[in-house]
């Protein structure tokens, strides 16, 4: 991740993918892509649009909305999944650096129920990467259908 861009946005690479399973939050900021001298495909601008007219940039041809991590957990609990990011285990020592993992759940008549656990599988060392973690499994879960 560049050092300039924001913490509190997804990842451009997670925006794309959300754009492609049909992510249509309205959002602040977006990039544009457009051609220049070098390549065909790179990010021309990034801007930031006013508060009073955000619109859902993943309509437009060329651009993908870029947005907080806040609207994709909204997002996603809207289409039936949430998650919840926890440390790996309270009872370690002082000294031990954390790690962290998460649960996908599904609510399914009025119950919910836990379709995919990390902690079977990967420990992430930072909250932000466990963070993006969720978010990518979120969406392999919502590509598949897989939510129950």
Known sequence: MNKFYPNWLVPIELAEE??????DKRCHFYISYGVTDNSPDVIKSSHFNDFKRNDNYNLIKGCTSLPAWSQVFDWFVEK???CIIRTKDMTRYFDDPLEWSYRIYTNIDNEDKVIFE???YYY???YESAREGVVGDLIDKYKSGRLN
């Open 118 to 120: 990390s902690d079977n």
């Open 80 to 82: 039936g999944l949430y």
């Open 124 to 126: 992430y060392p930072t």
């Open 18 to 23: 959300l754009k492609t399973i049909g992510f």
